[in-house]
């Protein structure tokens, strides 16, 4: 089985404010499925985030919303180059983000994160399996 599609859903306090934070970061709105209650932005062919209002995630699920104290994911996305994960990260603390770790440089695997205006953690990360270290 192989997935063709992911729609990752998180709750927020503002919509307006959201979709301003990632346009900002570079990311793109689909207005076609994007309201008053969400916001989908494209994180790439496929891949999806839809930031729900906390009312209207609620509807989705009977358990509470967990406050910005916990973390219940970290989602990470995979970028083309060392360059691109450092502009996200970096646009998206000079848009209000908070410098989740330092950058970490792994040899074939470069990662930087960041939390999000809305307290969700975000691993940006490039990687390249061709450098994996062989085994011996």
Known sequence: MKANQIYVNLPVKNIEQTKAFWTNVGFPVNDQIS?????????????????????YFQTFSERPVPKRDTTQVLV??????????DQVVNAAVENGATQHEEPQDHGWMYQNSFWDINGHGWNIVFADPSQLPKDN
């Open 35 to 55: 309201d008053e209650n969400a916001v989908c932005i494209i994180m790439g062919d496929n891949m999806y985030v839809m930031f729900l209002t906390e009312e």
């Open 76 to 85: 990470a996305i995979g970028l083309n180059s060392r360059e691109e994960v």
